[in-house]
Structures are given as structure tokens and as C-alpha cells.
Nanobody, 117 residues
């Protein structure tokens, strides 16, 4: 089981930037595909971005060109750099770790991102 702790959320004006961090412990980090998901009020949780242990990335169409996902395997940390934020990016952002050896999935507690217009 992986323990995930997110940080970096907050309130920002439209057009601004935030960087989310997710620190992982309790598992071999390199075995995990790391991802960021978000859930807005009244909506289902949706995929924002994923990154493999080798650095291959996948981003939702709604954030392409604005968000970047990266990971530091030495620090067991994954990041989500969010630029040109829009009010519709407002949501609770969750970090996810998918262990590719066991196919078990772990979630962080979530961090609130609020973008004001």
C-alpha cells in the first residue's frame, strides 16, 4: 500500500499558476504509474494526467497546453504544474498511484484548487 500526501493547492485568479506536489511512501515508487485526478462539486472524478515510471505522459484534452505532469523518482514525488488556470479547473485534485506489479491503486486525501474569475 502506498501512502500519498498532496500539497500545493489554494486560491488563484484566472490566468494564474499553481504547482501541486504528491509525495509517496510505502512502496517502490518506480513500480507506480502516477496520476492526478480531479473532482468538481456535483461531478464525477476525472483524469487530469498520468505519468509512467519511464516518464511517458498522458493529459486530458481540457488541460493540454496548460498543465504539465512530471516526477522525481529520487524524491518519490510527482508534480502537476498548472498554468493559465481557468475557473472550470476548480476542483479537489487527487493524487493516484497504480502499482503495475499488483494493479493495486492508492489515493491521496485531495487538495482543493479554486480559480476565481
Amino acid at each position: 500500500q502506498v501512502q500519498l500526501v498532496e500539497s500545493g493547492g489554494g486560491l488563484v485568479q484566472a490566468g494564474g499558476s499553481l504547482r501541486l506536489s504528491c509525495a509517496a511512501s510505502g512502496s517502490i515508487f518506480m513500480l507506480n504509474v502516477m496520476g492526478w485526478y480531479r473532482q468538481a462539486p456535483g461531478k464525477q472524478r476525472e483524469l487530469v494526467a498520468t505519468i509512467s515510471s519511464g516518464g511517458s505522459t498522458n493529459l486530458a484534452d481540457s488541460v493540454k497546453g496548460r498543465f504539465t505532469i512530471s516526477r522525481n523518482n529520487g524524491k518519490n514525488t510527482v508534480y502537476l504544474q498548472m498554468n493559465m488556470l481557468k475557473p472550470e479547473d476548480t476542483a479537489v485534485y487527487y493524487c493516484n498511484a497504480l502499482n503495475i506489479a499488483t494493479m493495486s491503486s492508492s489515493w491521496g486525501q485531495g487538495t482543493q484548487v479554486t480559480v476565481s474569475s
